[in-house]
């Protein structure tokens, strides 16, 4: 009996990514002696990676007078450090302005510290604008300062989750990693942090961080965590009604009334935010210095969107012009009314039913309904839905994974204009190939007639050779047809992109085809996200 | 796949029944991984598939003069007669390797396409003036060379005994994904990866007793890139002892038996194919073969590199500057020393130490290849020579008595080491010589894990001044890092624990962990110096510091590994049996 149920517990976890290229590489490391490797050899392996992504271009490299989000973040460094605090938020908006919350602007201070002992002359105030150092110094530093900051933020809280969830489930280590492998290789993120250039791990690091601390039931600290996280960028907040629900619940509702837990959870998140903006206050010239930022947090003066991005108001505006017919007060309202409906319907599941295994469902269909409804969304903004989206690797149901990865690449492909923009085009394709052939997208690819060492497949494995792997691809045939149309309607973009030129009247069509495949792959993920959490509410964490 | 849905369907929602089934399946799968060693593949397809992806992202790093030197050979094979091609000089990368390369350049000078000609790919130019396109395709043209090495490695992967197959997966992964391959070609830009497939082949030839093919390859590969020369005493007596003499079935009766020491057919077939192909190699140029030897062997260079790569001439040179400053601080140690050494052997005062010191500053520093010892004696190219010579001789006798594979590839790694600790003229390169025989070597006894650690660790580590650049910092310390705990990991797993008895000296190998451990944190100081060395004077005044510290602390290691190797090979009668 006991045997049995200690089978139970085992069979399921083990099955995910079986006889993937990833589960082949570390089989070997199966021995009880060796498994404390695995873990090792994934961290260095996706640091190598990325490194070797940061040898492309970055956004707005040679490409003056503005340049782009490199040059944003130098320019940060560049200001933090030579101006004092009260001049942060108000020095020469126009070129490149500090609009982000003030972790990120300390978090920039130090690294323009620490680069201008490197060398002073990348971070010189005004004389540095555009500096692009003939030997890559300047590059190499900053790209090292993501890596950096990814590796103590974003890798650590990764590989706590899917051992948290291991250690629950009784996964073996093998299993565990390679979960963590398969989110650590998310080629998005990847590519928008160590190609374009941004400090999103940080942010994704520090939710993710208060999303372990909600599973160890940590309120406070997770608390904690997550207001650093919207402290270093005001993004983060897609995922704010969840957490609140989620805190408000666990101490007024479940277990128990808890009115102790509520008052701790309350003096942290303020303590919190008090420390990270007293500097602000004390040393930069009181309530206008604060006011100023968070002016320039919020930028409500822009439009409704600005780029093009995969979301229902940029994919509707091709019928309807919103930004004639409507006032910008006007938009502002029906984004945020849109919006709201949006998340209400998880954040009010997360208020009567806070339950971990349905944490990164709700924030899925939180987060997802900001980037699709809510006011000023950028493309890159999709990193973070695809944080609890990405985070779903570590389950062992088959659908999941499967709608994960499709959804991943979809997210990569919307990515794609503003990738080509920075002359990532290697990069792009390679990291989209490189994450799906080691989670086995590509397995379906096995030539049998080849001899037997040559057909590609598990190699070290003792997996029998003539099991056929297949790839992440949802059982149910409607599902299996619409995904397959989505990767055919995307490598057809791929293909008008490259070689037919737009018509000279809609020089945007392409972009806009682009994004409407992105748009319908979100909402019906989001709607999917929706499903999830109504269908599971009695399941618990083993089946997550 | 309708088996898949139903597996998984039975774990969410049939529990109860999935007990029942469990059983057999289980004693089932047991069963097949108990059978598994047979029926696992040992395929290198994956590590091809994610190296290459590496290789791809790796197109727009840093190239070093070797991409302009390998550019300019395919527009010199590509634009010029045959008879050119060895007296073509607008470039100062005159092309210096032997005809089978330049044969394998003018091939792939065949596959220029348009955009990249148009690129300037095929300029006879005094400095290359090329763009992306070319780097494109040059960077190409190694990742698809390379395959090569992938596939002699396959085959020797599935020529070996099934029992020893996981074994020979080890040493044939640990080789394609090496560092050495991936710093040096990819990055540094050359074709080792495919050069050394050639001379892999041989090797994976002469373990299947297959003698004919092998003398083939390793003639074919000294014909590509002759620095495989320095190899070249061990095919010679292994190849001589194992195939040609007849050394079992001889008795002497008289002196007319020594022509049946001697296989007279085997002989024939092995001249026939060396000679057979020396002459397609060298043929089109045997008219103007002074001028193609000159290009090859240049005797002008000096006996170290601007950077020492780290062999015995590294230590002695950091003696030469200890004993300077030594002797210019404290002149009794001068007036000490000439009581037991006479001056044609040491500087005759302080005066002649500083005439010899201002002589060697004299400006002209970077020009001058000649290195110049102040205080120790100079070492002319005939003592290099000599003592290359010497120690080959010693590691190669063995092979005389014993050729099996186990000696042969101990004396090709003793050989390799040899000439590249000796030798004139050693390019840091040339450790892959070392490494790549003893990693086949490796297999066959624990107690050899020790040495080959150090020779890899430190060899690997001597490769980082090639890429000076801080981009690649990350990259080359990490890659090498996690090459040596999966591989240092993986031998210790398969190597066989010595039928002798446990003579290991524990404190050497932990004095050689220690060493190995202690190369990264040198490693990252010394990147971290570099960076701010514009900042501190004294750090300026020691510019070669840190190439000095690199190359005398891998010399360290590799000397130590020389010895302890040396120690095995030699006195160690129960590792050969």
Request: charged content about 15%.
């Amino acid at each position: 009996m006991a045997m049995g149920k200690r089978l139970l517990v085992n069979k399921p976890a083990e099955e995910s990514f079986y006889a993937s290229p990833m589960y082949d590489f570390l089989y070997p490391f199966r021995p009880v002696g060796n498994q404390w490797l695995p873990e090792y050899i994934i961290f260095v392996c996706a640091v190598i990676v990325r490194c070797t992504i940061g040898l492309g271009p970055y956004s707005g490299k040679g490409s003056p007078p503005l340049y782009g989000d490199f040059e944003a973040q130098r320019h940060w460094m560049e200001i933090t450090q030579h101006l004092p605090l009260s001049k942060w938020y108000w020095y020469d908006l126009q070129y490149w302005g500090l609009d982000y919350p003030p972790l990120t602007a300390f978090h920039s201070y130090l690294l323009g510290l620490i680069g201008s002992f490197f060398n002073p002359s990348w971070f010189a105030l005004e004389k540095s604008r555009g500096f692009e150092s003939p030997d890559n110094g300047l590059k190499t530093y900053m790209r090292s300062t993501v890596i950096i900051s990814d590796i103590l933020f974003y890798f650590p809280a990764v590989i706590y989750f899917t051992k948290w969830l291991g250690r629950y489930r009784n996964q073996s280590p093998i299993g565990q990693s390679i979960a963590a492998s398969a989110i650590l290789f998310q080629p998005s993120l990847m590519l928008i942090d160590h190609g374009h250039f941004q400090y999103n791990s940080v942010m994704l690091g520090l939710t993710a961080y208060a999303i372990n601390n909600l599973l160890d039931e940590y309120y406070a600290m997770a608390a904690v965590c997550f207001v650093l996280s919207i402290c270093f960028k005001q993004m983060a907040l897609y995922y704010a009604p969840i957490f609140f629900a989620y805190l408000l619940s666990r101490s007024l509702l479940f277990p128990k009334f808890n009115i102790a837990r509520l008052t701790v959870i309350a003096f942290a998140t303020l303590a919190t935010f008090a420390i990270i903006f007293a500097p602000l206050y004390f040393l930069g010239g009181g309530l206008k210095n604060i006011h100023q930022c968070i002016h320039r947090i919020f930028p409500f003066a822009r439009g409704i969107f600005e780029d093009k991005v995969a979301n229902f108001w940029c994919v509707t505006n091709v019928f309807v012009k919103y930004k004639e017919r409507f006032t910008i007060q006007q938009l502002q309202l029906y984004s945020l009314i849109a919006t709201v409906t949006g998340f209400l319907p998880a954040m009010i599941m997360t208020l009567l039913h806070p339950k971990k295994h349905l944490l990164p469902y709700v924030l899925i269909a939180c987060s997802m309904s900001f980037f699709l409804f809510s006011f000023q969304v950028h493309e890159k903004t999709i990193l973070i839905p695809l944080l609890p989206i990405t985070l779903l690797y570590s389950s062992t149901d088959w659908n999941v994974l499967s709608l994960v990865s499709w959804i991943n690449n979809v997210a990569l492909f919307t990515l794609w204009p503003l990738l080509k923009k920075d002359g990532l085009h290697l990069q792009y394709a390679v990291s989209f190939l490189l994450s799906n052939w080691l989670i086995g997208n590509f397995s379906f690819i096995t030539p049998r007639f080849l001899p037997k060492s040559l057909t590609p497949g598990p190699s070290i494995s003792s997996i029998n050779s003539d099991y056929r792997r297949r790839s992440l691809l949802p059982y149910n045939v409607v599902w299996k047809s619409f995904i397959i149309g989505t990767y055919i309607a995307m490598g057809f973009y791929h293909f008008l992109d490259q070689f037919v030129a737009p018509p000279s009247k809609y020089p945007d069509l392409w972009v806009l085809l682009n994004c409407a495949v992105g748009f319908i792959c979100f909402s019906i993920f989001w709607l999917w996200s929706y499903y999830k959490i109504f269908t599971s509410g009695s399941k618990s964490m083993k089946d997550l | 796949m309708k088996g898949d849905r139903s597996r998984q369907n039975m774990a969410v929602t049939k529990k109860p029944k999935l007990k029942k089934n469990d059983e057999p399946k289980k004693v089932l799968k047991t069963a097949a991984t108990e059978k598994g060693e047979g029926s696992k593949r040992y395929s290198l397809w994956n590590f091809w598939i994610s190296t290459l992806f590496l290789k791809l992202l790796l197109i727009p790093d840093y190239f070093s003069t070797d991409f302009d030197v390998h550019r300019n050979w395919l527009a010199i094979t590509n634009k010029l007669p045959i008879s050119e091609w060895y007296y073509e000089h607008t470039s100062q990368w005159t092309l210096d390797y032997p005809p089978f390369f330049a044969y394998f350049e003018w091939f792939l000078s065949q596959f220029v396409p348009k955009s990249v000609r148009d690129d300037g790919c095929l300029d006879i130019v005094e400095i290359g003036k090329f763009g992306l396109p070319t780097i494109v395709f040059q960077r190409l043209t190694v990742i698809f060379s390379e395959i090569l090495l992938f596939v002699i490695l396959q085959i020797y992967i599935n020529t070996t005994k099934l029992s020893e197959r996981s074994q020979s997966f080890v040493v044939a992964s640990s080789i394609v994904l090496s560092p050495g391959f991936l710093i040096i070609d990819h990055i540094h830009f050359q074709y080792n990866g495919f050069l050394f497939a050639i001379l892999i082949g041989s090797i994976v030839a002469a373990k299947n007793k297959r003698y004919i093919l092998c003398a083939v390859l390793y003639t074919t590969a000294i014909c590509f890139k002759h620095i495989f020369l320095y190899l070249a005493p061990c095919y010679f007596v292994f190849l001589l002892r194992a195939y040609v003499l007849n050394v079992n079935n001889f008795k002497f009766k008289s002196y007319k038996d020594f022509l049946f020491l001697i296989r007279w057919a085997n002989l024939l077939k092995l001249a026939t194919v060396v000679v057979g192909i020396f002459t397609i190699c060298f043929l089109p140029f045997a008219h103007q073969m002074p001028q193609v030897l000159s290009r090859l062997f240049p005797f002008s260079r000096g006996l170290t590199h601007a950077y020492w790569a780290p062999n015995f001439w590294a230590l002695y040179s950091f003696m030469d500057k200890i004993l300077t400053t030594v002797m210019l601080k404290l002149p009794y140690v001068h007036t000490f020393a000439t009581k037991f050494i006479k001056p044609p052997l040491i500087p005759q005062n302080i005066k002649e130490i500083n005439e010899r010191l201002a002589a060697n500053n004299n400006g002209s520093k970077g020009l001058v290849q000649d290195v110049f010892f102040v205080i120790l004696p100079q070492i002319p190219p005939k003592l290099t020579f000599i003592l290359t010579i010497f120690y080959q001789v010693l590691a190669v006798l063995p092979l005389l008595f014993d050729p099996s594979f186990k000696r042969f590839v101990g004396s090709l790694t003793l050989c390799g080491l040899a000439s590249f600790l000796f030798g004139w003229h050693v390019h840091e390169k040339a450790i892959m010589l070392v490494i790549i025989p003893f990693t086949f070597l490796v297999g066959f006894d624990r107690r050899l894990l020790v040495p080959f650690m150090l020779v890899a660790s430190a060899g690997y580590v001597s490769l980082y001044p090639l890429l000076y650049k801080g981009q690649d910092f990350f990259i080359k310390t990490l890659y090498t890092y996690v090459w040596c705990i999966i591989y240092f990991a993986a031998f210790r797993k398969t190597t066989k624990i010595s039928s002798s008895v446990e003579r290991r000296i524990f404190f050497l190998d932990r004095l050689a962990l220690t060493y190995i451990f202690s190369l990264l944190p040198i490693v990252t100081v010394l990147q971290i110096l570099d960076e701010v060395k514009w900042r501190y004077s004294f750090l300026q005044k020691f510019e070669f510091l840190g190439l000095m510290i690199y190359s005398v602390y891998c010399s360290l290691g590799i000397i130590s590994s020389w010895f302890a190797l040396s120690w095995l090979y030699n006195f160690d009668e129960l590792l050969w049996q």
